[in-house]
């Protein structure tokens, strides 16, 4: 099973990492580079690239939720408008200034293209390298969508347990997150493998959802592994070198 968490980073991801250090834990985090007015995740001002850095040498999986979490399906391919704007995509050359302005146009002219590459450019800043497993924001990936990820190298991740903790960020109503949980997963572990979504931006589903997933996944004799380890697929394969 894969715990897995959209989103961040955030104000609560820090205090997840530490529950799920604290549990033995590795998931995987689904980063959105600049969006929810959180500020850029290169920005070593805010705090962002230590979590990050923290996160990757934990253990835990980085993949890719785009850069400012619109839907791909709703936006177009888009194609040479950065050259034509007088911006240089293929060699990945920008300012925080210049992103801010061109998110702002995105879906005129780049669209799907500018939701993945700019998150592409901010993991090569912190990292030298960018992620290959992408979930689409809403779980909308049609199939134009799909086949221009495919272009792009990604692996697409889904999820078959949704907990739906975005609609319960209330103490008086993560229990119904928790029943989601419970009831989408099977009694005793088999050889059906589960990718369960949540977030880390939420409150309630950082201290009271998370462990309890935890702790319900072991009762029932799941492994708790990364998206990448659920899927078989070797380590060196869920990144790329910018």
């Known amino acids: 099973?894969?715990?897995?968490?959209d989103d961040g980073p955030g104000e609560y991801t820090s205090r997840l990492l530490d529950i799920l250090?604290?549990?033995?834990?590795?998931?995987?985090?689904?980063?959105t580079g600049g969006g929810n007015n959180k500020g850029h995740i290169d920005d070593e001002s805010t705090g962002y690239p230590e979590v990050l850095r923290r996160m990757h040498?934990?253990?835990?999986?980085?993949?890719s939720h785009t850069w400012s979490h619109q839907s791909l399906d709703a936006l177009s391919a888009g194609g040479g408008g950065m050259h034509a704007a007088g911006h240089q995509l293929a060699s990945h050359t920008w300012s925080h200034q210049s992103l801010d302005a061109l998110s702002a146009v995105a879906s005129g002219w780049a669209g799907r293209k500018a939701e993945?590459?700019?998150?592409?450019m901010a993991f090569r800043n912190v990292?030298?390298?960018f992620p290959t497993y992408f979930r689409a924001p809403y779980l909308e990936c049609g199939s134009a969508c799909r086949t221009f990820l495919g272009e792009y190298g990604y692996h697409i991740i889904s999820t078959n347990s949704d907990t739906k903790d975005y609609e319960n960020d209330d103490p008086a109503l993560i229990a119904n997150s928790r029943a989601r949980f419970s009831d989408s997963v099977a009694r005793q572990a088999g050889a059906q493998g589960y990718i369960v979504l949540a977030h880390d931006v939420h409150l309630q589903s950082v201290v009271n959802l998370a462990e309890y997933m935890v702790r319900?996944?072991?009762?029932?004799?799941?492994e708790l592994v990364t998206v990448g380890e659920c899927l078989d697929d070797a380590r060196e394969n869920w990144y790329r070198e910018a």
């Open 1 to 5: 099973m894969a715990l897995t968490f």
């Open 127 to 129: 990292f030298g390298f």
């Open 57 to 63: 040498a934990a253990g835990h999986q980085l993949a």
């Open 21 to 31: 250090d604290g549990l033995g834990v590795h998931a995987t985090f689904f980063i």
């Open 216 to 222: 319900e996944a072991r009762s029932r004799g799941y």
């Open 116 to 120: 993945v590459t700019f998150n592409e």
